[in-house]
C-alpha cells in the first residue's frame, strides 16, 4: 500500500502508520482494527490494533526480533500516547534526548513535531500496550464540567517538542491492561468494551500525572528504587506465603523505614495495600476464567479464609465473587 492514502497531516493516526512502516508490515486497512505479522526475516510475532472510534487507536505490540532494529521517524501530527510496558525494555530518543521503557512502568507522552529514534534490541520478547489520542481528544478530557480546562496541551510542552511523565503501573491500571490483553486474542471483542478500557487507563494515568501530582514528593537514588523493586517482585513471587516486613527489608538490604516510604513512594500504597491489590487481581483473572472455584482461587492467591476473601474480593469489585463467577460464565457461554 502507497502512504499516499493516509498522508493527512492533521490524522494523528499517521504516527502509528509511519510506526508501522518501519517494521515494514503488510497493512490491510488505513486506519482501522486489524493484526499485522512481522516479516520472516525480521522477527516473530505480531502487532494488534484497534481503532474503537476514530480518535482512539491501540496498539499492542507482541513479537521478538532476530536482531537489534532501529527505526527513525518524525512525528507530524501532534498527539497525547499512553503505554505500558509489560516485558522487554526499549530506548528511544526524542529531540536527541534518550528515554527508556522498561518493565512495570507507565508513561504518558506529549509530542508534536518531532524527530523519534527507536532503539529495539534482538532476541528479547517484548510486550507493550499503547494508546494514542490527538490533542483535540486530550482538550475535551480535560475540560471542566463549567467548560474550563485548567490543563493544557501547548502549556505542557511549552518550547519542547516533547515530554515525556513515567512512573510504576499502578495496580489497578495492571488489572485493565490485563483484561485489555486477554480481549486482544479474542475473537469477539466489541469496541465499546475496548473505549471503556482505554478511557479507565486514561483516566488514572491523567489523574496520577496532570491532577493528583505531587512535585515537592522526595526522590529516591536509582539504587534504592531497585531495592524497592526487587521488593515488590519478592511479594508477587511469594504471594501466597509473604514474608513481614522485616523479613522483607533485610532481604533486600533496606531498613524498614526506607522500604515503607520508599514503596509508598513509588506505588503509591504500602507494601502490603500492594500485596491485597496484586491479590485481588489475581483472583479476578482466576475467576474471570472458570477454572477453579471461589475456594480454590482464594487459596490460590493467599488467602486461608474464603469467607474473609469473598468480603474484601466484594468491597473492590462491587460484587460476591461466587455472583461474579456464574455471570463470568454465562457470558462465555452466550459467544
Given at each position: 500500500?502507497?502512504?499516499?492514502?493516509?498522508?493527512?497531516?492533521?490524522?494523528?493516526?499517521?504516527?502509528?502508520?509511519?510506526?508501522?512502516?518501519?517494521?515494514?508490515?503488510?497493512?490491510?486497512?488505513?486506519?482501522?482494527?486489524?493484526?499485522?505479522?512481522?516479516?520472516?526475516?525480521?522477527?516473530?510475532?505480531?502487532?494488534?490494533?484497534?481503532?474503537?472510534?476514530?480518535?482512539?487507536?491501540?496498539?499492542?505490540?507482541?513479537?521478538?526480533?532476530?536482531?537489534?532494529?532501529?527505526?527513525?521517524?518524525?512525528?507530524?501530527?501532534?498527539?497525547?500516547?499512553?503505554?505500558?510496558?509489560?516485558?522487554?525494555?526499549?530506548?528511544?530518543?526524542?529531540?536527541?534526548?534518550?528515554?527508556?521503557?522498561v518493565p512495570g512502568n507507565c508513561t504518558?507522552?506529549?509530542?508534536?513535531?518531532?524527530?523519534?529514534?527507536?532503539?529495539?534490541?534482538?532476541?528479547?520478547?517484548?510486550?507493550?500496550?499503547?494508546?494514542?489520542?490527538?490533542?483535540?481528544?486530550?482538550?475535551?478530557?480535560?475540560?471542566?464540567?463549567?467548560?474550563?480546562?485548567?490543563?493544557?496541551?501547548?502549556?505542557?510542552?511549552?518550547n519542547r517538542p516533547y515530554r515525556i511523565?513515567?512512573?510504576?503501573?499502578?495496580?489497578?491500571?495492571?488489572?485493565?491492561?490485563?483484561?485489555?490483553?486477554?480481549?486482544?486474542?479474542?475473537?469477539?471483542?466489541?469496541?465499546?468494551?475496548?473505549?471503556?478500557?482505554?478511557?479507565?487507563?486514561?483516566?488514572?494515568?491523567?489523574?496520577?500525572?496532570?491532577?493528583?501530582?505531587?512535585?515537592?514528593?522526595?526522590?529516591?537514588?536509582?539504587?534504592?528504587?531497585?531495592?524497592?523493586?526487587?521488593?515488590?517482585?519478592?511479594?508477587?513471587?511469594?504471594?501466597?506465603?509473604?514474608?513481614?516486613?522485616?523479613?522483607?527489608?533485610?532481604?533486600?538490604?533496606?531498613?524498614?523505614?526506607?522500604?515503607?516510604?520508599?514503596?509508598?513512594?513509588?506505588?503509591?500504597?504500602?507494601?502490603?495495600?500492594?500485596?491485597?491489590?496484586?491479590?485481588?487481581?489475581?483472583?479476578?483473572?482466576?475467576?474471570?476464567?472458570?477454572?477453579?472455584?471461589?475456594?480454590?482461587?482464594?487459596?490460590?492467591?493467599?488467602?486461608?479464609?474464603?469467607?474473609?476473601?469473598?468480603?474484601?474480593?466484594?468491597?473492590?469489585?462491587?460484587?460476591?465473587?461466587?455472583?461474579?463467577?456464574?455471570?463470568?460464565?454465562?457470558?462465555?457461554?452466550?459467544?
Amino acid at each position: 500500500m502507497t502512504k499516499a492514502g493516509y498522508r493527512n497531516r492533521s490524522d494523528f493516526h499517521q504516527n502509528f502508520n509511519l510506526f508501522f512502516d518501519g517494521f515494514e508490515l503488510q497493512r490491510n486497512n488505513v486506519n482501522h482494527t486489524e493484526q499485522m505479522t512481522l516479516h520472516s526475516q525480521m522477527g516473530e510475532g505480531v502487532i494488534r490494533r484497534f481503532v474503537p472510534r476514530t480518535d482512539i487507536e491501540v496498539v499492542i505490540s507482541d513479537y521478538t526480533l532476530y536482531r537489534n532494529h532501529a527505526l527513525k521517524l518524525f512525528t507530524e501530527t501532534a498527539m497525547v500516547e499512553l503505554n505500558y510496558c509489560l516485558q522487554g525494555a526499549r530506548e528511544v530518543s526524542v529531540a536527541g534526548i534518550r528515554h527508556e521503557f522498561v518493565p512495570g512502568n507507565c508513561t504518558l507522552q506529549f509530542m508534536n513535531h518531532a524527530d523519534v529514534h527507536f532503539e529495539f534490541d534482538g532476541n528479547q520478547p517484548f510486550l507493550m500496550l499503547g494508546i494514542g489520542i490527538p490533542v483535540s481528544t486530550f482538550h475535551h478530557f480535560m475540560e471542566e464540567a463549567g467548560g474550563e480546562r485548567s490543563v493544557d496541551f501547548s502549556q505542557l510542552l511549552g518550547n519542547r517538542p516533547y515530554r515525556i511523565f513515567q512512573e510504576t503501573t499502578h495496580p489497578a491500571a495492571s488489572v485493565v491492561v490485563k483484561r485489555m490483553m486477554q480481549a486482544a486474542t479474542g475473537q469477539h471483542t466489541r469496541n465499546f468494551e475496548m473505549e471503556c478500557s482505554v478511557l479507565e487507563l486514561l483516566s488514572l494515568a491523567f489523574r496520577s500525572f496532570l491532577v493528583d501530582c505531587n512535585p515537592e514528593f522526595p526522590k529516591l537514588s536509582k539504587s534504592d528504587m531497585h531495592k524497592i523493586q526487587s521488593a515488590r517482585d519478592i511479594i508477587l513471587d511469594r504471594m501466597v506465603d509473604p514474608p513481614t516486613l522485616l523479613e522483607l527489608s533485610r532481604m533486600i538490604g533496606l531498613n524498614d523505614f526506607k522500604l515503607k516510604s520508599g514503596f509508598k513512594e513509588m506505588y503509591g500504597t504500602t507494601v502490603f495495600g500492594y500485596l491485597r491489590e496484586q491479590r485481588l487481581e489475581k483472583a479476578f483473572l482466576l475467576l474471570e476464567q472458570g477454572k477453579m472455584n471461589v475456594s480454590e482461587t482464594s487459596f490460590a492467591v493467599g488467602y486461608s479464609n474464603s469467607s474473609y476473601f469473598s468480603e474484601v474480593f466484594r468491597e473492590k469489585y462491587g460484587v460476591n465473587p461466587g455472583v461474579f463467577v456464574r455471570s463470568s460464565s454465562a457470558l462465555r457461554e452466550s459467544y
